[in-house]
């Protein structure tokens, strides 16, 4: 029985705490009690420009406070209650954390169509959707407040062409009222050629078929035409011998 107890002891002996720079993750491990950026490290090192390992401090050896690095990070960027994003600030050379020199950015631009958001890496907005109202009858259209709808079409229309002239003498119809066609042409005389072709009537005379004289010579030539033809008829005609009665 007595063998297990004096292992047991022998291990405690043999265990010693972590020294500087030995690696940690808990700073019970650590003979300081100080367990800084994965290392046992002499003091507590809180300060927010101090660090304990040699990465962090930008040269010198790790389980030994010093001033971080030029530039570390020693308050991280946020947004106000005003939605505005602040900046971080940014440690010095000398150890100490510097306040940022710009101003907060107002992540509030009233955009009709659009949301405003203020994130850890600044001022972001999202888009609505297409369609949206955004006031006064408008609309959201890829991000942009756009006009309404198409404007109503005019109330003038164009008067309808007039119609097409009839052939000949025919007078052309009116054209139609408003934004209505034209009317039809009006059906006139039929238009003939002033000279047509003369054609034989089989009487020795020649007539065209539309006189220029009119209805009235023609029929004119035609009567001296009939006369003449008449005339011939009786010139020629011979005297037939009467029959003889049957004696008795």
Do not use: W
């Amino acid at each position: 029985m007595t063998f297990p107890i004096v292992a047991v002891l022998a291990l405690l002996v043999t265990e010693r705490p972590a020294r500087g720079a030995d690696p940690c993750g808990f700073p019970e491990e650590c003979a300081s009690g100080f367990c800084v950026g994965g290392v046992c490290c002499d003091t507590a090192c809180t300060g927010l420009c101090e660090a304990c390992t040699a990465a962090a401090k930008g040269s010198g050896e790790d389980g030994f406070c010093g001033p971080a690095k030029e530039g570390t990070v020693c308050k991280k960027a946020y947004c106000d209650d005003a939605l505005a994003f602040v900046s971080a600030s940014l440690c010095d050379a000398a150890g100490s954390c510097v306040d940022p020199t710009t101003p907060p950015e107002s992540c509030i631009h009233d955009d009709p169509c659009k949301i405003d958001l203020c994130g850890d890496n600044g001022c972001e907005v999202v888009v609505k959707f297409d369609g949206t109202e955004c006031g006064a009858g408008m609309t959201c259209q890829d991000g942009m407040c756009a006009g309404g709808g198409a404007s109503s079409s005019s109330s003038s229309s164009t008067s309808g062409s007039g119609g097409a002239g009839g052939s000949g003498g025919g007078s052309g119809g009116a054209g139609g009222s408003g934004g209505g066609s034209g009317g039809a042409g009006g059906s006139g005389g039929v238009g003939g050629d002033p000279y047509p072709p003369i054609r034989d009537t089989g009487c020795g005379c020649r007539l065209t078929e539309t006189s220029p004289l009119g209805g009235a010579a023609a029929l004119v030539m035609a009567a001296l035409a009939l006369l003449g033809r008449t005339r011939k008829l009786r010139t020629g005609t011979t005297s037939r011998p009467r029959p003889r009665s049957p004696r008795s």
